[in-house]
């Protein structure tokens, strides 16, 4: 894996480029024309550089990825440590998160693909394992929770990402389901769709879910 591989080795001239400065041209193509544009040759012309030259840095797309994914974890500000307050902490965290995966929104379906494991992301789990640490689960649980949490909001964001863009399959998906709901073959699908009323604006809607997942993932089960 690329994190097993230094940087440079100290000898021979200065590179002319860096891990970073190659994550942050990937990034800025994915972010403009989706992670699919991303390749090789790609990244090497907006660096001005022969995409042969840009394997000595990066041997393989793979590490190309984990260098993004790695990158955007860096977008993270933390206080110097946690509040106590895990429930707001956790809000805080969730919130940084959604807005990492707005700005880049090709990340959602990355990381549930390609999880990172770099210092920036290292540095995020230590971080909620911090922040987790007063609710007395043991480590493996709060792993446990993290991997819930960082699904949620991931999950969110992909679908927030789908409706946005799709929005005559949305109302094709409204009509759909307002006439199962009508034809009595899924009364208590009716009956939560008539309590239901309009959509929620996105920001609501997260926070309303959010309220509901914290709780559930700091909650102590028989083998915690």
Same mark, same amino acid.
């Given at each position: 894996m690329?994190?097993?591989?230094?940087?440079r080795t100290g000898r021979g001239p200065r590179p002319a480029h860096s891990r970073a400065s190659i994550a942050a041209a990937a990034i800025g193509i994915a972010d403009a024309e989706g992670l699919d544009a991303v390749s090789m040759r790609r990244v090497a012309a907006a660096l001005g550089a022969g995409t042969m030259s840009l394997y000595n840095y990066v041997p393989k797309k793979e590490h190309l990825l984990d260098l993004?994914?790695?990158?955007?974890?860096?977008?993270? +500000?933390?206080?110097?440590?946690?509040?106590?307050?895990? +429930?707001a902490d956790l809000a805080d965290l969730a919130h940084q998160q959604l807005d990492i995966c707005r700005r880049h929104p090709w990340l959602p379906a990355l990381v549930l693909a390609r999880p990172g494991i770099g210092p920036n992301a290292l540095r995020y789990t230590d971080r909620f394992l911090a922040i987790t640490a007063p609710t007395g689960l043991d480590g493996g649980s709060r792993l446990e929770a993290m991997?819930?949490?960082?699904?949620?909001?991931?999950?969110?964001a992909q679908y927030e990402r789908t409706a946005a863009a799709g929005a005559k399959w949305q109302a094709e998906l409204a009509g759909y389901l307002g006439q199962a709901a009508a034809s009595g073959e899924y009364p208590h699908l009716a009956q939560a769709f008539a309590a239901a009323g309009p959509p929620a604006d996105p920001d609501r809607a997260f926070e309303r879910a959010l309220a509901r997942v914290i709780p559930a993932i700091l909650t102590p089960t028989d083998g915690s």
């Open positions: 690329i994190w097993l591989r230094p940087e993004m994914l790695d990158a955007v974890a860096a977008e993270y +500000r933390f206080p110097p440590a946690p509040s106590g307050d895990v +429930r991997a819930l949490f960082n699904g949620f909001i991931g999950q969110f």
